[in-house]
């Protein structure tokens, strides 16, 4: 090798090294400046009917439809031409007297969900769903069969496919139940069944004419394994038999209980050590009309007597996990108890159906009575049956809330009417008044005559957390306390991943910097059935066998198992690299949403050169469409995108540009909006983009996209000067800088985005052991070199440790493949010197201890 050759080597690795500097920063601890006391009661878990979160979820039944009753129609609508429709009658929101057009696709199932019947050899049998002779009101239909030809050689079966399969294993054991009447004299053998037509086990019941209906009870052990098993009824004689309310569960559920929870959802959320859980809902507690809105007195007694109660989120609920069961499993946990009731008012984003303002007694009794049973004397109305029903002593039922989502006017007057009647009963039991979908808002509150807490929910996108780390500082305190009881990052980020979580440690600081504040929170949604899935990113996903908890649940578990008593001042200073990489580093593209829109004399401009401009007569071949309708028109030498819908989008071909100036001319033909530039397209699925003409043309905003169709804001809207003509060529020009873009119409500079801080820290103190607690949040893909000058210790530091939860990208998750691949690890500290120092690895959150002699 030359000394030239030498040279350029050592030039190159310099220049390498530099590029990459890492950061630096400090941390200022002073453990004697306190703050505000942080609520013990701030981690909670919120439980919602939504995507089988419970049926088929954390509800151990094995059994779909085990009533026969899942091809109703829900209460209060009319099905026409596969949808189902709510009464047209006024919605609570709208207007005078505004009709929502709200209706709801209905799935045909037919007669049978789940269930099939089967004739072996040269059995025949067939079925029939009647409603002659029910076992009881809240099954009125039962499934009647016709077997003919049948023997020990010729069978028939009646099979359920259980929740996408049921999960068998071996040497396990399922108790079974069914009701059944009839003309048949002989067994019926119950069978679980593996794919390949294995036989896993068995039991078997003798049937002698019963001409009312009877219940059969049996236990079947399993003698091998089999994720994707079917339950059968085998019959082996000719007759007519009635058959109601099959059910199997496991015997080993959480706790052990009959009718009750499956083990590994179950144990996920008591690991999270939740201080509440609310239940049921969410959207579920309002239902698509209020004639289909659940009944908490239908959820009570025994299982084969209580009504089903459809959910909005598209499938029929059991209520075999009831409020009895909820408030047993809240006691069992250790958690406090937060139930939500119907305000007289259906969800706001369907039907918007409700009870007239002058017949709401009903409502308020309802909430009266389900207070009264979970807390009342054994010689109460409901305290008795409580009692009757195995529970003397109350249940831990602390916090109750009026509606879910409700907000305005005339929810507060409605809120007041539950809130006089609750406190003049129960003056200890805390009331939370609904805001809606987003923050506190006078909208509601100033009409609201007294709230114990006011709930916020804070679905944000990728980025707003760290944006807005100040959020809850500059809310103007009042005589309420604040509930976020839902939260989530969940738009930009898949279906949940490391920079979800990031986003999610950094709002959890948020809220505990401002315990003054925010005293209780709960993430949503908490399970999702990866069969039905109505939600982008939830916290815990399971199907019928195994389950996996995202990264963001063990950012809160962290966060919750460490949470301080008082918070003490912390404060972050973040050098920079001494060079920076280019943070908008990639391609560019062009796209359109619900608009026709055409692009000409595209340029790249770098160091005041063109590096790239476009043809698209003689070098279209230089583009790559990925969605839409894109055509030359000779004319004027323009593309033009013509089809219509979301997201359509081209990209230029192999190249990828750092710091650059882009210009172009943009016309819109016809549409709803008008022109979407991308810029550091990383790939057909990745990039960011600058949106001029957003939500129907009136504002700007930038945007990121992640699996093609995610997309969230990384900016704050502005509003246009002027709404998009059509028919008029508009230059754009975006100056994409290091760490900042400018965009730019007709020279007029319109929005602006930088790059967030992406290092959060804050500082607690443990009121029970002493310790210092410092949580520290790295955002970015390098690692932060971190002093930590700490003051105010009442003696000399003993012991330091750190966890940590990192990941070495912001697209990676835990799995069903890998489901423990991110979680937090532990580590014990040394301090050598004075301030201490720590690298803090790129993306990840960190909690660090350290206790004094």
């Known amino acids: 090798?030359?000394?030239?050759?030498?040279?350029?080597?050592?030039?190159?690795?310099a220049f390498c090294m530099a590029t990459i500097a890492q950061r630096e920063a400090t941390v200022r601890v002073s453990l004697s400046d306190t703050g505000a006391i942080v609520a013990p009661t701030l981690h909670g878990v919120f439980f919602e009917e939504i995507s089988h979160g419970g049926e088929g979820g954390i509800?151990?039944?094995?059994?779909?439809?085990?009533?026969?009753?899942?091809?109703?129609?829900?209460?209060?609508?009319?099905?026409?031409?596969?949808?189902i429709f709510p009464p047209a009658t006024p919605h609570f929101s709208l207007s005078g007297n505004a009709v929502s057009d709200w209706k709801m696709e209905w799935p045909n199932h037919g007669e049978f969900p789940a269930w099939t019947v089967h004739a072996n050899g040269n059995a025949a049998i067939s079925e029939l769903r009647t409603s002659n002779n029910p076992l009881n009101d809240a099954t009125p239909h039962s499934l009647q069969i016709e077997i003919s030809k049948a023997d020990a050689a010729n069978t028939a079966d009646v099979i359920n496919e259980g929740f996408w399969?049921?999960?068998?294993?071996?040497?396990?054991?399922?108790?079974?139940?069914?009701?059944?009447?009839?003309?048949?004299?002989?067994?019926?053998?119950?069978l679980l069944v593996a794919q390949d037509g294995t036989i896993l086990g068995s039991c078997t019941s003798q049937v002698n004419n019963d001409v009312k209906w009877r219940k059969y009870v049996g236990v079947i052990k399993a003698q091998k394994t089999d994720t994707k098993a079917k339950f059968v009824l085998r019959f082996d004689r000719p007759g007519t038999v009635w058959l109601d309310f099959v059910s199997l569960f496991p015997q080993k559920t959480f706790h052990n209980r009959p009718n009750g929870l499956r083990q590994d959802l179950?144990?996920?959320?008591?690991?999270?050590?939740?201080?509440?859980?609310?239940?049921?809902?969410?959207?579920?507690?309002?239902?698509?009309?209020?004639?289909?809105?659940?009944?908490?007195?239908?959820?009570?007694?025994?299982?084969?007597?209580?009504?089903s109660t459809y959910s909005p989120w598209g499938y029929w609920t059991s209520n075999g996990f009831g409020y009895h069961e909820y408030l047993q499993y809240c006691e069992d946990i250790g958690a406090a108890a937060l139930y939500v009731f119907n305000a007289g008012v259906s969800c706001d984003f369907r039907s918007g159906t409700f009870a007239p303002d002058d017949s709401l007694q009903p409502y308020i009794q309802s909430a009266l009575d389900a207070i009264d049973y979970a807390i009342g004397p054994v010689n109460s109305k409901w305290g008795k049956l409580r009692a009757a029903n195995g529970h003397p002593k109350p249940f831990p039922l602390q916090y109750v809330e009026i509606g879910n989502e409700q907000n305005g006017p005339r929810y507060a007057e409605r809120y007041n009417i539950f809130y006089d009647a609750i406190k003049a009963k129960y003056p200890n039991i805390k009331t939370i008044a609904s805001m809606g979908i987003g923050d506190v808002n006078d909208f509601t509150l100033k009409k609201m005559r007294r709230v114990d807490f006011a709930d916020e929910h804070a679905y944000k996108s990728a980025g707003?957390?760290?944006?807005?780390?100040?959020?809850?500082?500059?809310?103007?305190?009042?005589?309420?306390?604040?509930?976020?009881?839902?939260?989530?990052?969940?738009?930009?980020?898949?279906?949940?991943?490391m920079e979800a979580a990031l986003n999610d440690a950094?709002?959890?600081?948020?809220?505990?910097?401002?315990?003054?504040?925010?005293?209780?929170?709960?993430?949503?949604?908490?399970?999702?059935?990866?069969?039905?899935?109505?939600w982008p990113v939830n916290l815990i996903n399971f199907d019928n066998a195994q389950s996996f908890a995202r990264i963001s649940y063990y950012a809160i578990k962290m966060m919750n198992e460490n949470r301080a008593g008082i918070n003490v001042k912390a404060v972050v200073n973040i050098g920079s690299p001494v060079i920076k990489k280019p943070a908008f580093a990639g391609g560019i593209g062009l796209a359109t949403w619900d608009t026709k829109t055409a692009y000409k004399d595209i340029e790249v401009i770098q160091?005041?050169?063109?590096?790239?401009?476009?043809?698209?007569?003689?070098?279209?071949?230089?583009?790559?469409?990925?969605?839409?309708?894109?055509?030359?028109n000779s004319s004027d030498s323009s593309l033009q995108q013509t089809a219509e819908g979301a997201q359509q989008f081209e990209m230029?071909?192999?190249?990828?540009?750092?710091?650059?100036?882009?210009?172009?001319?943009?016309?819109?033909?016809?549409?709803?909006?008008?022109?979407?530039?991308?810029?550091?397209?990383?790939?057909?699925?990745?990039?960011?983009?600058?949106?001029?003409?957003?939500?129907?043309?009136?504002?700007?905003?930038?945007?990121?996209v992640t699996n093609g169709y995610d997309v969230s804001n990384i900016s704050s809207t502005v509003n246009l000067p002027d709404s998009i003509q059509a028919g008029k060529w508009y230059d754009i020009r975006l100056e994409v800088g290091l760490d900042t873009v400018k965009c730019f119409l007709n020279d007029k500079l319109i929005m602006t985005y930088s790059e967030p801080v992406k290092m959060f820290a804050i500082a607690g103190k443990d009121d029970k052991t002493g310790d210092a607690i410092i949580k520290v949040v790295n955002g970015y893909g390098d690692a932060v070199e971190t002093d930590f000058d700490l003051t105010g210790f009442a003696g000399s530091i003993s012991k330091i440790t750190q966890t940590t939860l990192k990941a070495s990208s912001l697209n990676d998750e835990n799995s069903f493949a890998e489901k423990n691949k991110f979680v937090p690890v532990n580590y014990s500290i040394e301090m050598k010197a004075k301030p201490l120092h720590l690298s803090i690895s790129p993306y990840s959150i960190n909690v660090i201890r350290i206790s004094t002699k």
């Open 1 to 13: 090798m030359n000394c030239k050759s030498i040279f350029l080597t050592a030039l190159s690795i």
């Open 59 to 83: 509800y151990a039944e094995l059994i779909q439809n085990r009533g026969f009753e899942e091809a109703n129609i829900p209460p209060g609508t009319t099905l026409k031409d596969g949808f």
């Open 165 to 190: 399969g049921i999960n068998v294993q071996a040497n396990e054991n399922y108790n079974l139940n069914f009701f059944l009447r009839g003309n048949y004299k002989g067994q019926v053998k119950a």
């Open 266 to 307: 179950a144990q996920y959320i008591a690991d999270l050590k939740p201080a509440f859980i609310r239940w049921p809902g969410g959207c579920f507690v309002e239902g698509i009309t209020i004639q289909s809105a659940p009944d908490w007195k239908a959820t009570i007694g025994p299982v084969e007597k209580r009504h």
């Open 464 to 497: 707003w957390a760290m944006r807005n780390f100040e959020h809850f500082d500059k809310y103007k305190r009042g005589a309420w306390d604040i509930y976020v009881g839902e939260y989530a990052t969940n738009a930009g980020v898949g279906a949940g991943n």
């Open 506 to 534: 950094v709002y959890i600081m948020s809220m505990e910097k401002n315990g003054d504040l925010v005293k209780m929170s709960s993430y949503a949604p908490l399970l999702v059935n990866t069969n039905d899935i109505d």
């Open 607 to 632: 160091n005041g050169k063109t590096i790239f401009k476009s043809d698209f007569i003689n070098d279209l071949n230089n583009w790559q469409f990925v969605r839409g309708q894109w055509g030359v």
């Open 652 to 704: 230029l071909k192999n190249k990828s540009f750092e710091t650059y100036t882009l210009q172009l001319k943009a016309k819109k033909l016809e549409g709803y909006n008008a022109f979407i530039i991308p810029f550091a397209v990383k790939d057909s699925n990745t990039f960011y983009r600058a949106h001029i003409g957003a939500w129907v043309n009136k504002v700007g905003v930038f945007e990121k």
